[in-house]
């Protein structure tokens, strides 16, 4: 059994992880931290939990996570950085759900996360966890980046287009909207219930940190200079993330074609979910489950080419994606625990 440890249990990526790795046939939970409720067993804040997590919560000061074969950071940005060089040399596997190891160029990291990178020397071992696409450094590595939410549904969308080299780089725009529980679970006047309900906005659309995340990993894809306009909106639901993903075709290609080239681009990935050409995927047919559904769209047959793409912004998104990465480092099926079938309605 794989000994695992959470830091940050108590937000949602973190229940999140508890729900999934409950059910894991190769994993044990052995330490789950919060700072605030250490002692209180876990199925005592998570009712859903009861019969399934039997451990409480420990400050992490008091956890001893050098027993555990894999810690995940489901906290904040900045809090992996300052735990994973020592976890690392007592030999635990680190996968961190925030930004900290994302973005290899630490001054680019700075600049937008506004807190100094404490051990950039782990930067570049860091494996970028989008298993789809990264598949075997995620196997070999110790230390795994978890992708951001957005990033995820950009990077599986645009990935086929600019690999084969179909359309321009330089003018890529991502019109994405996420589910409120995308903010965590921490109190924000932005999240109370009547400010984000019966309400709909864009935020961030001077520039936000998920645009050098992405732009830095679609840039591995082409030798062209990539631009992209990213806007993220908030949407009032709990969960779910909906990329309307733009970009201008440069060569002839038929609809046929364009849907082959994703088929046999994800014909290997259980957890891409290329719809028929024309479809509109719903946010709904991926809830609470790992997959990512894309569509492609093109209107009127023109040169703009649509690619409409939903996930879970708490499973694909960020919490089952790290089981899916957790399953490689153990050279465990990528699918492992990772099977269920998305709520429906
Ligand atoms: N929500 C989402 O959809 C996504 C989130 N992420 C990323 O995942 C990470 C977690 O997000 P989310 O679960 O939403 O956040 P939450 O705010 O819901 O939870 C954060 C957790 O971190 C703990 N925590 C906070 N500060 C510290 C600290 N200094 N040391 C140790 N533990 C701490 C909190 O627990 P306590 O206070 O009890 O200690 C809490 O359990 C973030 O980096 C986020 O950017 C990534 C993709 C998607
Ligand atoms: C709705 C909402 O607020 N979403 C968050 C992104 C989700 C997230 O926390 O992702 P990272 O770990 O990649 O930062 C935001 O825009 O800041």
Not at 1 to 19: A, H, N, P, Q, W
Not at 25 to 53: C, H, N, Q, Y
Not at 104 to 116: L, R, S
Not at 324 to 341: A, P, S
Request: charge should be neutral; aromatic fraction near 6%.
């Amino acid at each position: 059994m794989i000994k695992v440890g959470i830091v940050g249990g108590t937000g949602y990526t973190g229940v999140e992880l508890l729900r999934l790795l409950a059910v894991h046939p190769d994993v044990e939970l052995t330490a789950i931290t919060s700072r605030k409720e250490d002692g209180l067993p876990v199925a005592d804040m998570f009712p859903s939990l009861r019969g399934r997590v039997n451990i409480a919560f420990s400050s992490p000061d008091k956890a001893d996570l050098s027993k555990c074969d894999v810690v995940f950071f489901a906290t904040p940005h900045g809090v992996a950085m300052a735990q994973a060089p020592e976890l690392l040399k007592a030999g635990v596997k680190v996968i961190d759900l925030a930004a900290d190891f994302r973005i290899k160029d630490k001054a680019v990291f700075e600049k937008w996360y506004k807190i100094d990178h404490t051990c950039p020397e782990l930067l570049e071992e860091a494996a970028y966890g989008l298993a789809e696409l990264n598949r075997d450094n995620i196997k070999n590595a110790r230390l795994v980046a978890n992708p951001g939410c957005y990033p995820t549904t950009m990077q599986l969308g645009y990935y086929p287009l600019l690999k084969n080299a179909l359309v321009d780089a330089g003018s890529l725009i991502a019109d994405c909207k996420s589910g409120v529980s995308g903010a965590g679970r921490k109190a924000e006047i932005a999240t109370l219930f009547s400010e984000s309900s019966d309400n709909f906005k864009a935020y961030g659309v001077a520039g936000h940190r998920h645009t050098p995340e992405t732009s830095a990993q679609l840039q591995k894809f082409t030798a062209d200079k990539v631009g992209l306009i990213f806007t993220p909106h908030l949407v009032p639901m709990i969960r779910g993330m909906h990329s309307t993903l733009y970009a201008r075709l440069t060569k002839e290609i038929s609809n046929e074609d364009l849907q082959k080239l994703f088929e046999d681009q994800y014909k290997d990935s259980a957890f891409v979910d290329v719809m028929p050409f024309g479809s509109h995927p719903e946010t709904r047919s991926t809830r609470g489950s790992n997959m990512l559904r894309l569509a492609l769209h093109r209107p009127d047959n023109g040169n703009t080419v649509i690619v409409l793409v939903v996930q879970d912004n708490l499973v694909k998104g960020a919490s089952g994606q790290a089981v899916q990465c957790m399953n490689l480092m153990f050279g465990l099926e990528e699918t492992t625990g990772l099977t269920q079938i998305a709520l429906l309605p």
